[in-house]
């Protein structure tokens, strides 16, 4: 899950209402012809569920992701290894008889790790380990030693006089709060630093628990600001700096990171499933195939993307050709900065009134609880009514903007929605070398799928559209 | 905590009752002079906690504690900065007023970590992140390069062709049961697997739970075995070797591994508050002060070894002198074998009818509930007449080797107690990077000390000594 756009949002959509409980209904007027049509839908829906869970079905499904997750590892926006899964996905698609699978190439940046290190000199020799964060530029071959000053938040920052940041490394070491919150120190704060003067900046990883563990992710440097190296440390190692600093003590700290930077040609996948009334009008479910370079990018984002991908293809194979064309997308580039959604969203902005409904997966695949929603209370309305079909995957949050690459199609008045699922450790692993297929449930996944794919055929199908705003 | 013992004692005890609450008082038959004596301790006990958790002195040791901590960071036996801490504690016990400390020099064995790595190269190239266990020997230079088999239990181990296993690295991946059932896989995996002709081990790090975490513990080679390399390695890519061996994939393996050995003097730590009336008679409370070479030793046992010191510090402070003697020992060299509490006993092997009772802090200072008793019906029943004092901290569990270092006290027939507390992540963070401050909360830790520090007082007060078997 990108985390810039988030912040952004989240900045935006604090204000918002959230609830985490089935729709009010006395706020919604549904016509009754409307709600018997949705209501009809139950045997269908039961059926595909059914293929998926006990059919056999959700278990290839799960086969075919672990085997996908372990091939590939690691899948970094510009590298090898995420064209080689690209190409893997466009074959397992033919290979599971859907055919209407292209790729559309999207220019992207590949910022590669090449080595880092760092040590601790005063008041005493300690390795501190440091997972440079996306874009980070490298320190001088020689290194940069400096005394470090840890600062709690921006305001702190901007409260210390300059002389005390020139010249220094700045440990950022805000205590999470959230998310969307904290993670402004990881995304903003080596420019914000870095107009004080500061050599390099050490974030605290963003997570709500840690065993020693990294956490990298996106950053922008803002304009007109110099450049300088950034990285995540361990909660137990800026703890470490805090407390020291509070004995009084001077912190010197040496740091060694070198990253390359070039740009590369990578892929947006999509994969339709042809409507049989009105083929022009789509629902795409979606989620991103790209992932850091730590870990195997399994829970971020390969089980939202492989239960997306699963969506037209398990349809096909069941026979049940919807209304409108679903279209699953696999995004790629989404870690640095919704490079491919942006570029599909240029590339196909004329088609912007025929999306029906956008639906993504990218907070995780554990036990599916229901979808967190954007749009009209018209449209709330209708998929509160179509959640009662999942009873009791029937939660419905609200949010302004739900999602990761599905914001940029919110922002244009496209209702969606994302998956809402028990993900409370999802950022214990996020963006770590801790995201493998260890934190992941065949149970759970299946469950994710089975509902994913049964929604989308009912909204898909539905005699009528999701109104817009 | 010490672990090949441990396991040895599992297995020992794995029948034993355990009971976590209140001793059944109608196996008791205590003299009700004996109870109404323990009763009156109520308003000396208040007195303690009071002035530990209320009074400022538990707020200064939990500091003192905590500047240990980060001043001397990991204190591995053989190491500097182990003989540097002790020295420190020494001081510290002086500081405080008390000056009946002492050390007693102990030769222990000197297992130095230089260089670790690990790259999987079939099926495809994956750094893998190791952690060798101590006493493992070095790789050549070269390093070695081998297939790797996986095998999840000393009976698939026996089971397998000898062909299978020869040249292989063997990767153990049992399931973790609970720590003395699964941790054999550690201390003896190197030895059985050698034994079939593999070439080194690495085994699935011992603990419940995993954000890609590594943990280290003690191995021995049994006699007569060819010694071979032997590191832990993550859940995470020990389940990967696992999957891939499943889908019939070749697994290469190339591990560099380069270790020191050789002995080194270290000492045990003695501190007496002289007892009033028989001063001969011994309350020993206990805990290392040594600790792996990752983390801070924190939690293993900086915690327990603090609230141990804690005990004659601050009853001489409070100028409250039992009849009997309380001795602090901060045992040296626990992790490599319980080396300083061994070399203790042979020293001290005459004053053995002398300890009265024995307590040891070793299994974390996380909210405490009570203790964990071994001794005979009448010493629990006396254990729990006094725990009463202490509701809600009045849980007792009976265990035939409670303990770590004073199991081998215990052995010889001394009653004796070890911490029972809030332990439940214990083994998440056991022997890792992540045993640091930041698994500690200072109002848990004092409420140990409190409840560690009056306990001792009544048991070593007591007009009647503890009886044995």
């Known amino acids: 899950m990108y985390s810039i756009v988030l912040q952004i949002l989240f ?14 209904e006395n706020e919604c007027n549904l016509d009754n012809k409307l709600v ?28 075919d992701y672990s085997k996908f997750i372990d091939t590939f590892g690691a899948r970094l926006a510009g590298s090898k290894a995420l064209e080689k899964a690209i190409d893997h996905m466009v074959n397992l698609t033919r290979q599971n008889g859907l055919n209407d699978v292209t790729t559309e190439e999207v220019d992207i940046p590949y910022w590669q790790r090449i080595y880092e290190s760092a040590n601790m000199f005063e008041p005493y020799l300690k390795k501190i380990s440091i997972l440079g964060l996306g874009t980070s530029v490298s320190t001088p071959a020689e290194g940069i030693k400096a005394e470090a000053i840890v600062i709690k938040s921006f305001d702190e920052l ?5 002389n005390k940041i020139k010249g220094k490394i700045v440990v950022f070491d805000p205590p999470f709060v959230s998310y969307g919150e904290t993670v402004v120190y990881r995304s903003l704060g080596a420019s914000k630093a870095s107009r004080k003067g500061a050599v390099a900046t050490l974030v605290r990883s963003i997570t709500p628990f840690s065993i020693y563990s990294l956490h990298t992710g996106a950053q922008d440097y803002e304009n007109n600001v ?12 800026a703890d470490l700096f805090r407390r020291l600093q509070n004995l009084g003590e001077k912190i010197v700290l040496k740091i060694h990171m070198s990253y390359a ?6 892929r947006n996948t999509i994969i339709d499933l042809k409507g049989k009334e009105s083929p022009e009008k789509q629902v795409i ?22 239960i997306s991908w699963f969506v037209p293809v398990i349809l096909n194979i069941l026979k049940l050709k919807p209304r409108r064309t679903i279209r699953a997308i696999l995004w790629t580039a989404e870690e640095p900065g919704l490079i491919g959604a942006e570029a599909y969203l240029t590339k196909h902005i004329n088609e912007t009134s025929n999306i029906n409904f956008i639906m993504e997966s990218d907070e995780g695949t554990f036990k599916p609880l229901g979808l967190d ?30 999602g990761s690459d599905m914001t940029l199609f919110v922002q244009k008045g496209i209702p969606g929605a994302s998956l809402l699922n028990e993900n409370e450790r999802y950022f214990w692993f996020h963006h770590s070398e801790g995201d493998t297929m260890n934190v992941q449930n065949q149970e759970d996944v299946v469950a994710c799928a089975a509902f994913w794919a049964a929604f989308s055929y009912v909204i898909a199908d539905l005699s009528q559209d999701i109104p817009r705003q």
């Open 11 to 24: 900045l935006i959509s604090i204000n918002c209402t959230v609830i985490i409980n089935s729709y009010p």
């Open 36 to 63: 018997d049509e949705i209501q009809s839908y139950k045997n269908v829906t039961k059926q595909i569920i059914d293929k998926i869970v006990s059919g056999g079905f959700g278990t290839k499904m799960y086969e």
């Open 158 to 162: 901007e409260k210390t006089d300059e």
């Open 226 to 237: 110099t450049k300088i190296p950034t990285a995540a440390i361990t909660h137990e190692d």
């Open 261 to 266: 930077m070039s740009r590369k040609i990578s």
């Open 285 to 306: 479910v979606s989620g991103h195939i790209d992932s850091w370079d730590v870990g195997q990018g399994a829970m971020d984002d390969g089980g939202g993307m492989m």
């Open 373 to 402: 929603v954007a749009g009209s209370t018209n449209a709330r309305c209708i998929i509160a009514e179509v959640l009662k079909l999942f009873t009791p995957i029937d939660k419905m949050k609200e949010s302004e903007y739900p």
